[in-house]
């Protein structure tokens, strides 16, 4: 793997990298009837959900929370791909980074707008979710923002507002690029997108400067999304939701789920576009020794907290530990831990092993344990609530099932028209890798 | 009227804009126009910023008009929860945070369109930008052309020339 | 022992309801007077094994003891109306909260059904209105005017029939004479047969409910949990 970098001519570059733009093959265009079809069921169910009542999903007391709060954080999980690679890489110039960040950024702003839609579609009256805005009204009441719900709202709002800025400042210099060689609608597209630039000094200079100040903006943001998401929780006082460790907990989840959603949309991206040479083994090698990393953190993470539920025995906490552990969710447990850890380790810590394919697969696999561990932290606590006369249980019904599945193709969907309107390998940031050992 | 001049190296044009600024050019007269960004030395083309002090000063201004509304909202319609009280610095302190990072994130916007000259009305007609090369466009009286054009060409430029009053 | 008087919410009234546990003899006819006074959605076996079933007050049984010394408590547990609630911080449009007579209120029309505070309630006293409520007939005909209907996708639970409670305190302001003592009874009290439970004002210390919360025998439910319920249960100390 550690080859020299390969010098391409920048015309070529310019022409592989706009090569999807243009025309859409025979199998783009099943595809995206295939995930809008997904997609539409998925918004019936909803429609259904709502003119039903939320009855229709497998919630009931005293599991409140079900599929919906699990693809809530798992989402906005999700989204923390674009900042670890664009704000975190940015922040210490690793140059590998570049052909990624709009990949990454691209991937958190889609995620944000779909995890940002579950506690809509989780209310039992959604039609009024608004009220959760404040605004004057006529009933003379604001938000109550001491409720995490409320942090939530203004969390996710301020990093899709500032994901958003990160996605579209470097896009700029590119669409410029393109409204030059475009014809038809896109130019009118592209000539509006670029607001006018030139490419002069100034210009890029505050280009620089914005994209620095907002690589740090966003880490800090990002980092208080999650966690403000996790308090969600851990504000509670149910047993095992109410741990100190979820801040940094569900952050390092984030990142972990979002580095696993970044290798597989690379993985599919190189494929499908013929990008063996501008997302090369040098940038799958590093991605996947990340993953690695971070499975090793959740796995740290994961054994602090277990370790001293267990250790410290209270029984309203070892009730749902027992529930996780040995009882009834023990299944999804193992298969977590096999899917967050194993999986990983072997596939990506051994060296031999680690090539583009494992590190896809080990992606795939990451997402769904770490689809798994929100399962496990939300419904066992629900489940064993604190008087036994009270336990219940869950299971997710069609409606659930359909919404949760829609949220994938929409992501899919929307990641498959983005691709086609705009070069995901960023053309003015590209240039091949320095040559690093492996 | 406005001059231009293309450059194939980043060397010959930084030497063109020390020349340009020994004949009496400031920075404001001169603008480089590349498809990617150019790293000049210090002293060459400096672009003087107060973009990382107005954004702190946007933050700050929107941490303290959140924590005004949150307190006046409180307050409007006093209701107990939980034995908490009305206004609870340590409760509703994580939306003060967020609402700070928004104000920080319009406020580098707002720069960055500031700064940058974007979305001004009235422009400088720029040149179209050729891949990997550098244009240096000077801003002069008539009577200064001559001189530019032969600073210009001695530095090593191609086609130099003067821009249309369009836009283009 | 003893509940104590809130200096910060020194109000005319303060409700609060002794359970007097070794009386209790586990009829349930509280849970069906509840269910009667303040239309309850219909909760039947099937709503029941899909864990649906919505029962404001409902009868917990603890065992104690092998075969043949088994010993059972029976435990009717409602909304405790905790002074320091942890349903209440949670919500995000106040649709609950903590009102001038210490009563723990949930308002139908401003809940937009988040269930937060169902999951964060301890004793589990929360219930959700998963769809539109329906009784087939004749069970429709005998719905209690004083209460609203829930719709669905709002929290409900028990209110200390906030209903009696409007309507004595209505009936005492016009004819210009104060509370007595007991005119107040919750749909659940006054069924009860064995007189188990008791309802009154707490800051009236002449009350029969401040005279028990000065009892030897007064316990809190999850009382570690610091939230401070207004239900006391009597049972003898083991």
């Given at each position: ?44 169910s909803w429609?259904?959900q709502l003119?039903?009542g939320i009855g229709v999903a497998g919630i009931q007391r005293p599991v409140f929370w079900g599929f919906y709060l699990v693809d809530f954080v798992f989402w906005i999980g999700i ?35 779909i995890g940002g839609l579950f506690p809509v579609i989780h209310l039992g009256r959604a039609?009024?979710f608004?009220?959760l ?11 109550n923002?001491?409720s995490p719900l409320v942090w939530d709202l203004?969390a996710i ?68 999304v999650h966690t403000v998401v996790s308090w969600d929780f851990s504000m509670a006082i149910a047993p095992m939701w109410h741990s100190?460790?979820f801040g940094?907990y569900f952050?390092?989840g984030a990142?972990?789920s ?58 309203k906490e070892?009730q749902v530990f027992?529930a996780r552990?040995?009882?009834h969710f023990?299944?999804y447990f193992?298969?977590m ?33 770490m689809w798994l561990e929100r399962f496990i932290i939300v419904v066992p606590t629900l489940a064993r609530s604190r008087l036994?006369?009270t336990w219940g249980r869950y299971a997710p019904t069609w409606v659930e099932i359909s919404i949760s599945a829609?949220t ?31 | ?168 | ?49 899909k864990g649906r079933a919505v ?31 942890p349903c209440e911080p949670v919500c995000p449009v106040?649709a609950t ?9 949930q308002?139908?029309?401003?809940c937009i059904g988040t269930r937060y505070c169902g999951n964060n309630c301890p004793y589990s006293v929360r219930f959700f209105n998963w769809f ?20 669905s996708g709002v929290m409900e639970k ?81």
């Amino acid at each position: 793997m550690a080859a020299g970098p390969e010098i391409i001519p920048y015309s070529e570059v310019r022409q592989d990298l706009w090569r999807p733009l243009s025309g859409a093959s025979p199998r783009y265009v099943a595809m995206v009837f295939f995930l809008l079809a997904v997609s539409l069921w998925g918004l019936f169910s909803w429609g259904y959900q709502l003119h039903e009542g939320i009855g229709v999903a497998g919630i009931q007391r005293p599991v409140f929370w079900g599929f919906y709060l699990v693809d809530f954080v798992f989402w906005i999980g999700i989204s923390h791909a674009g900042t670890l690679i664009s704000a975190i890489l940015r922040l210490t110039d690793a140059q590998w980074r570049k052909p990624v960040t709009r990949a990454a950024e691209a991937i958190t702003v889609f995620a944000l707008m779909i995890g940002g839609l579950f506690p809509v579609i989780h209310l039992g009256r959604a039609w009024i979710f608004y009220w959760l805005i404040p605004y004057p009204n006529s009933r003379l009441l604001w938000p109550n923002f001491r409720s995490p719900l409320v942090w939530d709202l203004t969390a996710i709002s301020t990093y899709l507002m500032g994901s958003t800025v990160y996605l579209f400042l470097p896009l700029i210099p590119d669409v410029a690029q393109l409204s030059q060689h475009a014809t038809g609608w896109r130019r009118k597209l592209y000539r509006a997108l670029s607001l006018g630039w030139t490419g002069s000094d100034r210009e890029w200079h505050a280009l620089e400067r914005a994209m620095k100040l907002m690589a740090a903006i966003i880490l800090a943001v990002a980092v208080s999304v999650h966690t403000v998401v996790s308090w969600d929780f851990s504000m509670a006082i149910a047993p095992m939701w109410h741990s100190t460790i979820f801040g940094p907990y569900f952050v390092v989840g984030a990142i972990f789920s979002g580095i696993a959603a970044l290798l597989v949309v690379m993985a599919i991206i190189r494929k499908t576009m013929h990008f063996e040479r501008y997302l090369t083994p040098h940038h799958f090698n590093n991605l996947a020794k990340l993953l690695l990393l971070m499975s090793l953190l959740w796995l740290y993470f994961s054994v602090a907290e277990n370790l001293t539920v267990w250790y410290g025995n209270e029984p309203k906490e070892m009730q749902v530990f027992g529930a996780r552990a040995r009882g009834h969710f023990a299944p999804y447990f193992w298969i977590m831990v096999f899917c967050n850890f194993v999986v990983p380790f072997v596939l990506l810590g051994i060296k031999r092993l680690r090539t583009i394919r494992t590190a896809t697969i080990a992606g795939v696999t990451v997402l769904i344990g770490m689809w798994l561990e929100r399962f496990i932290i939300v419904v066992p606590t629900l489940a064993r609530s604190r008087l036994p006369a009270t336990w219940g249980r869950y299971a997710p019904t069609w409606v659930e099932i359909s919404i949760s599945a829609a949220t994938f193709a929409v992501m899919a969907l929307l990641y498959l028209l983005f691709s086609k309107l705009f070069p995901i390998v960023s053309v003015w940031e590209f240039e091949p890798h320095p040559e690093e050992e492996d | 009227m406005y001059l231009k001049g293309d450059f194939q190296e980043k060397d010959a044009a930084a030497q063109a804009l020390r020349d340009l600024k020994a004949i009496g050019f400031s920075g404001a007269d001169l603008d480089v126009f590349s498809d990617e960004p150019i790293e000049f030395r210090r002293g060459v083309l400096d672009r003087p910023s107060r973009m990382s002090l107005t954004v702190v000063v946007g933050a700050i201004t929107f941490c303290l008009l959140t924590i005004g509304f949150v307190y006046y909202t409180q307050y409007d319609y006093p209701l107990v929860t939980g034995g908490m009280p009305i206004f609870s610095f340590w409760a509703t302190g994580v939306v003060f945070y967020e609402l700070t990072m928004l104000g920080s994130i319009l406020t580098t916007l707002a720069c960055f369109l500031w700064e940058s000259g974007l979305l001004r009305r009235r422009r400088a007609p720029a040149p179209v930008v050729e891949p990997e090369v550098i244009c240096i466009r000077v801003h002069c009286q008539a009577d200064q052309a001559e001189n530019v054009s032969r600073c210009l060409t001695r530095a090593g430029a191609q086609d130099v020339g003067r821009i249309g009053d369009r836009y283009e | 022992m003893g509940v104590q008087v809130n200096e910060q919410t020194k109000t005319e009234h303060r409700w609060g309801m002794a359970i007097d546990l070794d009386r209790c003899t586990g009829c349930q006819a509280c849970v069906a007077a509840c269910h009667a006074e303040n239309n309850l959605p219909l909760s039947d076996p099937q709503s029941a094994a899909k864990g649906r079933a919505v029962h404001w007050i409902r009868v917990d049984r603890y065992y104690e003891g092998e075969f043949p010394n088994i010993r059972v408590k029976y435990m009717p547990v409602l909304c405790q109306q905790c002074d320091e609630a942890p349903c209440e911080p949670v919500c995000p449009v106040y649709a609950t909260y903590k009102n001038a007579e210490g009563l723990n209120v949930q308002v139908y029309n401003r809940c937009i059904g988040t269930r937060y505070c169902g999951n964060n309630c301890p004793y589990s006293v929360r219930f959700f209105n998963w769809f539109d409520p329906n009784w087939p007939a004749p069970l429709d005909l005998q719905l209690n005017p004083d209460v609203s209907i829930r719709e669905s996708g709002v929290m409900e639970k028990c209110t200390f029939c906030i209903q009696r409670i409007q309507r004595a305190k209505g009936e005492a302001k016009e004819e210009n004479r104060p509370l007595t003592d007991g005119a107040i009874q919750p749909a659940c009290v006054q069924s009860c047969p064995a007189e188990a439970m008791v309802f009154g004002d707490l800051n009236d210390l002449e009350s029969k409910v401040s005279r028990l919360a000065e009892s030897g025998r007064v316990t809190h439910l999850l009382e570690e949990l610091g939230t401070k319920p207004k239900v006391f249960y009597l049972q003898k100390a083991e």
